[in-house]
């Protein structure tokens, strides 16, 4: 007995066990929050030091351009307004009002969290990095504000992403994600078609807002919920603080 105990209490056990514990969150942790933002710094870098498009950019904007006749203009033109940020602010607002009559507090905080920083990170990224739009060719839906990173495509990607964690304890997740995935290309194609960013600006926001969303995932864990009882009450998770959580405030 006092030697397990012993082998328990060293360093290398500990943190073996620590690892074997939190390996699919810290695997997470490096897939989801490390690389895309490791990516989004390259980028950011790449552009500020050659102040112009990147070698791939022009040569996939006419590529899609090639295609362009007028029925595709009619639905670049309705993805983009479907896709604009200030479009999803009803939908998000409709969520964040049944969470709280839910009183899905958990729900409601990572929501509120996730898309509010969202909206900073894109404005304060452009503020910085002052990139202009493509102008290759007449778009027929011009925008005058920078380009990067694309808040169209920050703000699917934000969107998705709250829809799939608040489903991930549901069987709707799988319908969530095929949908969600079909949406957020066909915003990234419609940016494209139009003309109005460089494709390194949809991958920059793609990269930064998957960051930030599974970066916030981690620390409000959305997606922990209990099993309803048969009285229909709302899961315990949702309402309470886990007990790490009531550890740090006890601390404070």
Known sequence: MKKVNQESQSPLSFLKNLLIARWRSLLLLLI?????LQVFEILTVKIWENQASLPWD???LLAVHSTANPQLDVLAMALAIIGMPWTAIPILGAIALILLLQK????????????????????TAKELM??????????IAPESSFAF????????ITLVAILLFLTWASSWRWLVLTLGSLYIIAIAWCRLYLGVHFP????AGWMVALGWTIGVSLIIKPYITTVKSIDSELPKDETTLLPEERKLLNKE
């Open 58 to 60: 022009v040569p996939i």
């Open 149 to 156: 990173p694309s808040g169209h495509a920050m703000t699917s």
């Open 130 to 139: 002052h990139r202009v739009r493509p102008q290759l060719w007449q778009s």
């Open 200 to 203: 390194s600006d949809i991958l």
């Open 32 to 36: 989801g929050v490390y690389l895309p």
């Open 104 to 123: 899905r507090w958990r729900s409601l905080a990572y929501l509120l969290t996730t898309s509010l920083g969202s909206t900073i990170i894109n404005r």
